[in-house]
Nanobody, 122 residues
Framework: QVQLVESGGGLAQAGGSLRLSCAAS????????VGWFRQAPGKERVFVAG????????YYADSVKGRFTISRDNAKTTMYLQMNNLVPEDTAIYYC???????????????WGQGTQVTVSS
């Protein structure tokens, strides 16, 4: 069993920045793919960013490329999402997730965090 706990959400102005964190516990962290999803009001949850197992690559939704950066600290079993140049359309609940591989992460993650609200004002 894996537990994921997000933190770092909140209110930001357009053009501002926020950093989300997701602390993981319960299994080997370096051996899994990690990622972030978001769900805006009235919309489905969608993939935002992902990072493959140690030594693998990073992947981003087109809407956040160049603005968001995913990273991980295996020693701290924590993943991060640095969000810069925020726009109101980034307003959503953000969820972290893990899976055995990137292909699985994008479709059916094994574990989810509880979500953290990000609100961007214009």
């Amino acid at each position: 069993q894996v537990q994921l706990v997000e933190s770092g959400g909140g209110l930001a102005q357009a053009g501002g920045s926020l950093r989300l964190s997701c602390a993981a516990s319960g299994r080997t962290f370096s051996g899994v793919a990690v990622g972030w999803f978001r769900q805006a009001p009235g919309k489905e949850r969608v993939f935002v960013a992902g990072m493959a197992r140690s030594g693998g690559g990073t992947y981003y939704a087109d809407s956040v490329k160049g603005r968001f950066t995913i990273s991980r600290d295996n020693a701290k079993t924590t993943m991060y999402l640095q969000m810069n140049n925020l726009v109101p359309e980034d307003t959503a609940i953000y969820y972290c997730a893990t899976a055995i591989a990137m292909g699985v992460l994008r479709s059916t993650p094994d574990y989810w965090g509880q979500g953290t609200q990000v609100t961007v004002s214009s």
